[in-house]
Nanobody, 127 residues
Framework: DVQLQASGGGLVQAGGSLRLSCAAS????????IGWFRQAPGMEREGVSC????????YYADSVQGRFHISSDNAKDTVYLRMNSLEPEDTAVYYC????????????????????WGKGTQVTVSS
């Protein structure tokens, strides 16, 4: 079974950093992409970033461009999201999802999602 386990969230002050991890299992990691999306109360789901595990191509939403960095460790079947210069607007539950590819669109989950994502991890940024 496909499993995606997100971790690394927490409470941080504005301007701080966090690194989220997404541990994947149950599929051939190199053949797919992984995306991070977030859901804040009362807000629409937002595709934040994705990475192709086959060629390393990446995408970032405009809201996080220059602040977040996504990477993958194919030996560990794990994707990381380094979040710097965090803002209160980044507060949300963050989820990682399995994608058929990483496309250059914030709607990558709707376009390429395989229907698999795990429990999210809460990120809270205080002002």
């Amino acid at each position: 079974d496909v499993q995606l386990q997100a971790s690394g969230g927490g409470l941080v002050q504005a301007g701080g950093s966090l690194r989220l991890s997404c541990a994947a299992s149950g599929f051939t990691f190199d053949d797919y992409a992984i995306g991070w999306f977030r859901q804040a109360p009362g807000m629409e789901r937002e595709g934040v970033s994705c990475i192709s595990n086959s060629d390393g191509s990446t995408y970032y939403a405009d809201s996080v461009q220059g602040r977040f960095h996504i990477s993958s460790d194919n030996a560990k079947d794990t994707v990381y999201l380094r979040m710097n210069s965090l803002e209160p607007e980044d507060t949300a539950v963050y989820y990682c999802a399995l994608l058929s590819q990483c496309g250059a669109s914030t709607y990558f989950l709707e376009l390429y999602g395989m229907g698999n994502w795990g429990k999210g991890t809460q990120v809270t940024v205080s002002s």
